[in-house]
């Protein structure tokens, strides 16, 4: 069998595996290992819950990328992820030992991670920057001052002074010198940018070249362990060369859907979602319920959409996109019984939300408020 052909045969085998919610991540790792160079589709259940298929294995991505995104893990660049996204924290030259070791590992399995969801389209829920993206992309040659800001604005904006001096380095050589910098990674005491750093002075003779080192270190060998070990992670799943058709700004939206936030409208739930058995477009509940989900903020939004799909994530193109549709369908009661007293509930797997024809406005929304804080977190039959 040829490669193209090994490339369009339908991926029918699923490996279903069951997890714990405790000790999600160790549990990941042992998994996306055991599935390394699998073509089956990983679908996952957990332990004491009846849901299974899309629903749980979304959430489970999500688990993961809730734990990796923690500070206390150690992977990240401390500055990293108020707004440009996550990246490695550098290491020293030639750094080595248990920690660097784990580092590495925890990278490793971050790139099987991100392989693994790419193949099986399954949505992630970790912000990277895009100077990540480039390293993916094996565009770590073409880091500029844009990437430095990025992934950490206070140091980007610092640099970008210092670059204003250095366009006349002998007329500013006072206040270069009064800076009192030496070639070590600022913030990073630890990390000399050459031989002997910590005892360099940065003057205006070699201005141009600390910075140099600044934004080379920072961005391409500062993290060049735990981005390569990422890269031996995710070839295990697909190969580097097949996403070199993508744009580094492309990559995000590839990953982890729609990222840009945007207030929801009821036209475009009108046009997106599809009202059935019991209701339809012109019904009482089905406006007001497209009146509730237009007036959510961003944190609404992830948590409604954590409670309907297993994710807080829509793909890209939003609601448009969402396969199979969201269906929308009025939840029986027995006779007698109001329909106030009862909460919605969602088939994950198959976008299915069952909603009672509630009484108010008001009693849909609280009831929704309620069924996607207390609902999510757990699998159970509707």
Same mark, same amino acid.
């Given at each position: 069998?040829?490669?193209?052909?090994?490339?369009?045969?339908?991926?029918?085998?699923?490996?279903?595996?069951?997890?714990?919610?405790?000790?999600?991540?160790?549990?990941?790792?042992?998994?996306?290992?055991?599935?390394?160079?699998?073509?089956?589709?990983?679908?996952?259940?957990?332990?004491?819950?009846?849901?299974?298929?899309?629903?749980?294995?979304?959430?489970?991505?999500?688990?993961?990328?809730?734990?990796?995104?923690?500070?206390?893990?150690?992977?990240?660049?401390?500055?990293?992820?108020?707004?440009?996204?996550?990246?490695?924290?550098?290491?020293?030259?030639?750094?080595?030992?248990?920690?660097?070791?784990?580092?590495?590992?925890?990278?490793?399995? *971050? %790139? @099987?991670?991100?392989?693994?969801?790419?193949? &099986?389209?399954?949505?992630? $829920?970790?912000? +990277?920057?895009?100077? =990540?993206?480039?390293?993916? *992309? %094996? @565009?770590?040659?073409?880091?500029?001052?844009? &990437?430095?800001?990025?992934? $950490?604005?206070? +140091?980007?904006?610092? =640099?970008?002074?210092?670059?204003?001096?250095?366009?006349?380095?002998?007329?500013?050589?006072?206040?270069?010198?009064?800076?009192?910098?030496?070639?070590?990674?600022?913030?990073?005491?630890?990390?000399?940018?050459?031989?002997?750093?910590?005892?360099?002075?940065?003057?205006?003779?070699?201005?141009?070249?600390?910075?140099?080192?600044?934004?080379?270190?920072?961005?391409?060998?500062?993290?060049?362990?735990?981005?390569?070990?990422?890269?031996?992670?995710?070839?295990?799943?697909?190969?580097?060369?097949?996403?070199?058709?993508?744009?580094?700004?492309?990559?995000?939206?590839?990953?982890?859907?729609?990222?840009?936030?945007?207030?929801?409208?009821?036209?475009?739930?009108?046009?997106?979602?599809?009202?059935?058995?019991?209701?339809?477009?012109?019904?009482?509940?089905?406006?007001?319920?497209?009146?509730?989900?237009?007036?959510?903020?961003?944190?609404?939004?992830?948590?409604?959409?954590?409670?309907?799909?297993?994710?807080?994530?829509?793909?890209?193109?939003?609601?448009?996109?969402?396969?199979?549709?969201?269906?929308?369908?009025?939840?029986?009661?027995?006779?007698?019984?109001?329909?106030?007293?009862?909460?919605?509930?969602?088939?994950?797997?198959?976008?299915?939300?069952?909603?009672?024809?509630?009484?108010?406005?008001?009693?849909?929304?609280?009831?929704?408020?309620?069924?996607?804080?207390?609902?999510?977190?757990?699998?159970?039959?509707?």
């Amino acid at each position: 069998q040829n490669e193209s052909s090994e490339r369009v045969a339908p991926r029918l085998e699923r490996r279903r595996k069951k997890v714990s919610r405790t000790g999600i991540l160790e549990q990941a790792e042992k998994l996306m290992s055991d599935m390394s160079g699998s073509k089956a589709v990983l679908e996952i259940e957990f332990e004491d819950e009846v849901g299974t298929g899309l629903g749980p294995t979304l959430e489970f991505y999500t688990l993961v990328s809730l734990e990796l995104r923690q500070p206390e893990r150690g992977l990240w660049r401390e500055t990293s992820g108020a707004s440009g996204g996550l990246f490695p924290k550098p290491l020293p030259h030639g750094a080595k030992g248990s920690n660097v070791n784990q580092l590495r590992s925890k990278f490793r399995f *971050l %790139g @099987r991670l991100f392989g693994r969801s790419l193949m &099986d389209q399954r949505l992630l $829920d970790i912000p +990277l920057a895009r100077p =990540f993206y480039k390293w993916l *992309l %094996g @565009r770590e040659g073409e880091m500029e001052v844009a &990437d430095l800001i990025d992934i $950490d604005p206070l +140091l980007g904006q610092t =640099f970008v002074k210092l670059l204003d001096l250095a366009k006349d380095a002998q007329a500013n050589a006072a206040e270069v010198e009064s800076l009192y910098l030496d070639f070590t990674l600022p913030g990073k005491e630890g990390i000399e940018l050459m031989k002997g750093g910590k005892n360099i002075s940065v003057a205006a003779s070699n201005l141009e070249q600390y910075l140099e080192l600044v934004l080379h270190w920072t961005l391409v060998e500062g993290p060049r362990p735990l981005m390569e070990s990422f890269r031996e992670g995710f070839e295990e799943a697909i190969p580097l060369h097949s996403l070199t058709v993508f744009y580094p700004h492309e990559m995000d939206g590839l990953f982890c859907g729609n990222t840009r936030w945007e207030k929801w409208d009821t036209c475009m739930l009108m046009e997106s979602c599809r009202p059935d058995h019991g209701y339809t477009h012109d019904s009482r509940a089905i406006r007001w319920f497209f009146e509730i989900l237009s007036s959510y903020e961003e944190e609404e939004q992830r948590t409604f959409l954590q409670f309907l799909t297993g994710t807080p994530r829509l793909p890209v193109g939003g609601f448009r996109s969402l396969n199979p549709p969201l269906r929308i369908v009025r939840k029986t009661v027995s006779t007698g019984e109001c329909p106030d007293a009862f909460l919605p509930s969602v088939m994950t797997c198959v976008n299915y939300l069952k909603l009672p024809d509630y009484s108010s406005l008001e009693i849909m929304r609280e009831k929704l408020r309620i069924a996607a804080t207390d609902g999510s977190g757990t699998f159970h039959l509707s």
